[in-house]
């Protein structure tokens, strides 16, 4: 019976911190429309968003490391200012470039990004090898 309740609080125990770290390291992913149509809900919470980087809306100071753009989504309807603390990456000059974020509004519903991730275009993709156009016959 010892085992039984033993084994059983183990369990109990096990699956309460498996929740909880599960929990905390959950982050709901939200489309740019998304996040404009429910800024007041979420100003308190981390969520990712999903966009692209409008055109000509970079703006980077390196000796603050402070990175600000706006993001958008496909149509270009919908957008909102993003403010990174941080490296910028390399590919931040691209006109078409698409960015997933993470962080929350602040009070000025400018999203505070903590996290920045690229996605990387499909230039970057290997290419196929082309078919040979030398024979080895006769050879």
Do not use: H
Not at 43 to 59: C, H, L, P, T, Y
Not at 121 to 133: H, V
């Amino acid at each position: 019976m010892k085992f039984i309740i033993g084994g059983a609080l183990v369990a109990i125990i096990v699956g309460y911190l498996g929740f909880q770290a599960f929990s905390k390291a959950s982050v709901y992913y939200y489309t740019v429309p998304e996040a404009v149509q429910q800024k007041t809900t979420l100003n308190e919470k981390d969520f990712r968003v999903d966009g692209w980087v409008k055109a000509d809306s970079i703006q980077w100071n390196p000796q603050a490391t402070m990175l600000n753009f706006t993001i958008t989504d496909d149509s270009g309807k919908y957008t909102f200012p993003v403010s990174y603390k941080g490296i910028k990456p390399d590919n931040m000059t691209d006109p078409q470039l698409q960015v997933i974020v993470e962080g929350r509004f602040d009070q000025d519903n400018v999203f505070q990004a903590y996290t920045l991730l690229t996605r990387c275009p499909s230039k970057y993709e290997d290419k196929q090898p082309e078919a040979s156009t030398s024979s080895t016959a006769g050879q």
